[in-house]
């Protein structure tokens, strides 16, 4: 079964502070992608991460993707409020002519002023 | 302005009276998509579909139709809908993989809330 989970689920941290979400795929993939999620809105893609050893980094956060351990990170650096929000990590799996994408659960960020 | 646009943004409905809500995008995308969005369950694919006239059931399918007559549009369709098709639902696009769009993302629609009586 294909499954991508995320960790934590819920985070509440202080701005200033650094963190790491985690999203683990059973698996293996072509693509990784980060998308940010506010509040009764839309998603809004963050990342694409295509290969092994992928990092790609904007503002205070940074995405990494290793493909060998089925594992992506979303690190947060010196939070801010403005980046509450919901994080959702999804990996792209493409076989013979199929092309399924696979959400995590979403991890949802809350920082504290 | 590239967009995915889904239409209505709100509906309320009643058990078994058929459904259909519209998507379409103008960025010439070959992939499209639907996802429902569930409390704690994050997003779920429904349909997708590589190209005009190829459609593919995603991880929950049942009790949803789609077709791809034009490469723009993507409707989903709920022939008889229940409660439990309550839910938010996206629609999005991107370039396809197996067309070498390798390094794009989806575009996502604002969504359609939907609630079955």
Same mark, same amino acid.
């Given at each position: 079964?294909?499954?991508?989970e995320?960790?934590? =689920?819920f985070? &509440?941290?202080?701005?200033?502070?650094?963190?790491? *979400?985690y999203? #683990?795929?059973s698996?293996? &993939?072509?693509?990784l992608?980060?998308?940010?999620?506010?509040p009764?809105?839309?998603?809004e893609s963050?990342?694409?991460? =295509? &290969?092994?050893?992928?990092?790609k980094?904007?503002?205070?956060?940074m995405?990494?993707?290793?493909?060998?351990?089925? =594992?992506s990170?979303?690190? *947060?650096t010196a939070?801010?409020?403005?980046?509450s929000a919901?994080?959702f990590?999804a990996?792209? *799996?493409?076989? #013979?002519?199929?092309?399924? *994408?696979?959400?995590?659960?979403g991890?949802?960020?809350?920082?504290l002023? | 302005?590239? /967009?995915?646009t889904?239409?209505?943004r %709100?509906l309320? @409905?009643?058990?078994g009276?058929?459904?259909?809500?519209?998507c379409? /995008?103008?960025?010439?995308?070959? %992939?499209?998509?639907w996802?429902r969005?569930?409390?704690?369950?994050? !997003? $779920?694919q429904?349909?997708?579909?590589m190209?005009?006239e190829? @459609?593919?059931k995603?991880d929950v399918?049942?009790g %949803?139709k789609?077709?791809?007559?034009e490469?723009?549009?993507f409707p !989903?369709?709920?022939?008889s809908?229940s409660?439990?098709?309550?839910?938010?639902y996206?629609c999005?696009s991107?370039l396809?993989?197996l067309a070498?769009?390798y390094?794009?993302t989806? %575009?996502f629609?604002?969504?359609? $809330?939907?609630?079955?009586?």
């Amino acid at each position: 079964e294909l499954k991508v989970e995320q960790n934590p =689920l819920f985070l &509440s941290m202080q701005e200033g502070k650094n963190y790491t *979400i985690y999203c #683990n795929y059973s698996t293996t &993939s072509d693509r990784l992608y980060w998308y940010r999620q506010d509040p009764g809105k839309s998603l809004e893609s963050l990342f694409v991460l =295509l &290969s092994n050893g992928a990092v790609k980094q904007e503002g205070r956060l940074m995405a990494s993707l290793d493909t060998k351990a089925r =594992l992506s990170t979303l690190h *947060i650096t010196a939070a801010v409020h403005d980046l509450s929000a919901t994080y959702f990590c999804a990996v792209d *799996i493409v076989r #013979n002519r199929d092309d399924k *994408i696979i959400f995590g659960k979403g991890t949802r960020l809350h920082i504290l002023p | 302005e590239a /967009q995915v646009t889904q239409n209505p943004r %709100y509906l309320i @409905t009643v058990t078994g009276k058929k459904l259909t809500v519209t998507c379409s /995008q103008n960025m010439n995308h070959e %992939y499209m998509s639907w996802y429902r969005q569930d409390p704690g369950l994050g !997003l $779920r694919q429904i349909y997708y579909s590589m190209n005009v006239e190829v @459609t593919d059931k995603g991880d929950v399918p049942e009790g %949803y139709k789609v077709s791809r007559k034009e490469k723009r549009n993507f409707p !989903l369709i709920l022939e008889s809908p229940s409660p439990n098709q309550t839910s938010l639902y996206f629609c999005a696009s991107s370039l396809s993989a197996l067309a070498g769009g390798y390094t794009d993302t989806q %575009y996502f629609g604002p969504g359609t $809330r939907l609630t079955v009586l």
